[in-house]
């Protein structure tokens, strides 16, 4: 089995149950993902794209909130998608986003919707379930138009928060596969060196989660 077969099944296994009451449940901890959608701010007519995106909760809010423009999703788990598709449909906006499966560290992963180039491509809350996550950010980059940027919400490293909490926190967060990335702000930094970006990054709520950003200059 493929390691991009094998990080389906194992997605698929995890959210089975998990996407019917995801969206209830995720709200009161991935904290900062409608801070990331208010900061996408995409050009009018503009392309977006999140890697992994789950129930579609954050394409629908994006949608809402810029009308002009244009969404694609990409996610490994079917289960996942087919509740994003349920959502999407529900809110109407199937004409203005787009869904495909795939394995966001794959760079040909997106070959099929058509597009080269998003004006931005967003991670939320998904670097830290993706094994390869290196080589998803990389992929990401390759994605961006001149002006393009990649913004970024996970979980932090719980630095200003008390001990056993972090503590808990990671023993909790380990049961559903997620690690969060402590080398994270060094991969950006370097990403954006080596491909002449500029980079952000920045602690949330004293270190429970970092909202991040790299920007191609166009």
Not at 47 to 69: F, S
Not at 80 to 100: F, P, S, V, W, Y
Not at 196 to 208: D, E, F, Q, T, W
Request: proline share 5%; glycine share 8%.
């Amino acid at each position: 089995m493929s390691d991009t077969a094998e990080t389906a099944n194992l997605m698929d296994a995890v959210y089975r149950h998990q996407r019917h009451f995801y969206d209830l449940t995720r709200k009161y901890y991935l904290l900062g993902r409608d801070l990331l959608i208010r900061d996408l701010a995409p050009p009018d007519n503009g392309v977006v794209l999140e890697l992994g995106c789950g129930t579609g909760r954050n394409l629908i809010a994006a949608a809402k909130r810029y009308p002009t423009v244009q969404f694609y999703g990409l996610d490994i788990s079917n289960h996942m998608l087919q509740t994003a598709r349920t959502n999407i449909e529900k809110a109407g906006l199937e004409d203005r986003i787009t869904l495909i499966q795939g394995d966001a560290s794959d760079p040909d992963a997106i070959n099929p919707l058509g597009i080269s180039v998003f004006d931005r491509v967003f991670f939320s809350y998904t670097l830290s379930m993706m094994p390869i996550w290196r080589e998803a950010l990389a992929a990401g980059l390759t994605y961006l138009a001149p002006g393009g940027r990649i913004h970024i919400v996970d979980f932090g490293l719980q630095e200003r928060l008390p001990g056993w909490f972090k503590s808990l926190l990671l023993k909790w967060l380990a049961s559903f596969h997620v690690t969060p990335r402590a080398d994270l702000k060094s991969e950006l930094e370097s990403l954006a060196e080596n491909s002449g970006a500029s980079c952000r990054y920045a602690p949330l709520y004293r270190g429970y989660a970092v909202a991040a950003e790299i920007r191609i200059d166009g």
